[in-house]
Structures are given as structure tokens and as C-alpha cells.
């Protein structure tokens, strides 16, 4: 069966990606799409998000933070923001490692003194 055409009013991922790049890991001051924290994105009918997410560490005590940078990057400003909800899954296999860093993350990285 044909999937039904994307809605206008549906985002795209490729934006819910790109909107994700405002969304900083607190303790290393990069944006979770170039460390490569952010797995998988889907976008329902409804427009809601699904964004399968790890972290660099189970025992990191930050997901508030990166659920509230979701909330203001893809639900806030003017009109209503890109989505209409959101939901993050933490996962954790695959487990995260240095080698999901974009080539932009690793920069970075480098240019805060970090060897990668």
C-alpha cells in the first residue's frame, strides 16, 4: 500500500534534524546532532517527533536539560515552533562512542583543546 503524501504542516526531518543543532550537550558545549547523540528521528501525521537519543554516559544526570533545549528548539517561537509535541527514547545500544562525531562535532571539539 502507498504511504499517504507528506502534509504541509508535517515537518521535515531533515528540519527537525537542523533544529536539533540548537539543542548543546551542557558539559561539552557541542550540539547533540554533531556529537552524534541523536540516532533516529520520525515525524507522525500529527506532526510529533519521535527523536531516538543516547547520551555519552547512562549515569549522565543531564537529560532535563537536553529535554528542555528539545522542547524550546522544536515546539517554541513564533507561530508554534517546527512540531507540535515531542518525545525523546533514551537508548542505549547502540552505545554511543567518539566514532559517531560528525567531522563538524570533531572540529569543534578540537577548537575547544580537545583531541579527537
Do not use: H
Amino acid at each position: 500500500m502507498p504511504e499517504a503524501p507528506v502534509s504541509a504542516d508535517v515537518a521535515a526531518i531533515d528540519d527537525v534534524e537542523e533544529a536539533m543543532r540548537d539543542v548543546v550537550d551542557p558539559e561539552l558545549g557541542i550540539n547533540v546532532v554533531d556529537l552524534g547523540l541523536v540516532y533516529d528521528i520520525k515525524v507522525e501525521q500529527d506532526n510529533t517527533a519521535t527523536i531516538d537519543m543516547t547520551l555519552t554516559s547512562a549515569a549522565c544526570p543531564l537529560t532535563d536539560v537536553i529535554e528542555d533545549q528539545t522542547r524550546t528548539a522544536l515546539t517554541g517561537g513564533p507561530g508554534g515552533g517546527l512540531v507540535q509535541d515531542f518525545r525523546i527514547n533514551w537508548v542505549w545500544m547502540p552505545p554511543w562512542g567518539p566514532e559517531k562525531i560528525t567531522e563538524d562535532g570533531r572540529e569543534q571539539l578540537r577548537a575547544l583543546g580537545f583531541t579527537v
